[in-house]
């Protein structure tokens, strides 16, 4: 395997991801940010999280997949979320879990960051996904 996670002794724990990628390989795969529109550029579950994560997550698997790679071969995530609140964290957790097992996500997850800001690529959008992957 090209990717290992880890989380070092004396690290922040528990949360719902590793701390650290170690990656080998030559092929860097890169998946802009993604958001909720379908194939069409149609808003996808306007207004809800949770919704929009998920579609995020499923169109970066099928980035990933463009370029040969899945989840597995993820060395980190951004996560990009309008309006942060922590009130807001179920919501994205749920966002996560509903697409765990369908995109085989690893669990913990791959080193990660959740970015509060003020706005997105529209009005509607609530939350931005993007990968970074490494395949040997």
Do not use: N
């Amino acid at each position: 395997m090209s990717v290992q996670l880890l989380t070092p002794e004396g690290m922040f724990q528990p949360v719902p991801y590793h701390h650290v990628a170690a990656a080998t390989g030559s092929r860097h795969i890169h998946v802009a940010g993604q958001i909720a529109r379908d194939a069409d550029g149609r808003p996808v579950a306007p207004g809800d999280l949770r919704g929009q994560l998920a579609h995020a997550m499923r169109s970066t698997a099928r980035g990933l997949a463009g370029a040969g790679a899945t989840f597995s071969d993820v060395v980190r995530l951004r996560f990009f979320v309008t309006g942060w609140q922590p009130e807001k964290y179920a919501d994205f957790v749920a966002g996560i879990e509903d697409v765990t097992e369908e995109l085989a996500l690893p669990t913990p997850l791959p080193p990660l960051s959740a970015i509060g800001v003020d706005y997105l690529f529209e009005p509607d959008v609530l939350v931005e996904v993007e990968a970074y992957a490494v395949l040997d």
